[in-house]
């Protein structure tokens, strides 16, 4: 049996064989995406649950870089991004982390997240209070060769009353 696909005549199988193909290509991409989620998700997770990144070469680029969102600080390299995400566990000691969302596209993973716990320690930014402060933000994960090569990210932070 033939159809018209378009003006070219195409035989039901070569078009089932297309439709084949455009589907392992979708799942394919998906596949990807799905990792690049769960690289992100595993890497946010086990850091906020006070776990040390033992490997960050199986995790970071070597040239991996951080932008704040006012492109005022810049980091290269995961040494200092890990550092300072450190100090906000040690600020932070009891922390209620949630991720919001989390979407993949291509190469790029974008987390809506918030942290609620009172700091202990003060941060740039955020005072040593006995009140409780939520932080919202978002963070756009680029990924190559499946690890994590930059980050931009974006902070919102309130203190609440006690």
């Known amino acids: 049996m033939s159809i018209m696909y ?5 035989s039901m199988h070569l078009l089932r064989r297309e439709r084949a193909t455009v589907r392992v290509k979708g799942a394919l991409a998906l596949s ?3 990792k ?16 040390r990144i033992e490997n960050p ?17 810049v980091i290269h390299g995961y040494e200092q991004f890990i550092a300072l995400g450190e100090q906000f566990m ?3 000691p009891a922390i209620e982390v949630k991720m ?5 596209s291509g190469e790029n993973v974008v987390v809506h997240w918030t942290h609620r ?8 930014g955020l005072p040593s209070t006995e009140s409780e402060a939520l932080l919202e933000g978002m963070a756009l ?5 499946g690890k994590m090569a930059e980050v931009w990210e974006v902070v919102q932070v309130r203190c609440l009353a006690s």
């Open 100 to 104: 919001r969302h989390i979407v993949a």
């Open 141 to 145: 994960f680029r990924i190559a060769q």
């Open 90 to 92: 040690e600020a932070f």
């Open 32 to 34: 990807v995406e799905v």
């Open 36 to 51: 690049h989620i769960a690289l992100v998700r595993r890497y946010i997770e086990g850091l906020w649950s006070g776990e």
């Open 117 to 124: 716990g009172k700091p202990r320690i003060a941060l740039p």
């Open 57 to 73: 070469h199986e995790w970071f680029t070597d040239d991996f870089v951080a932008h704040e969102a006012t492109g005022t600080h």
């Open 6 to 10: 378009g003006r070219c005549h195409c």
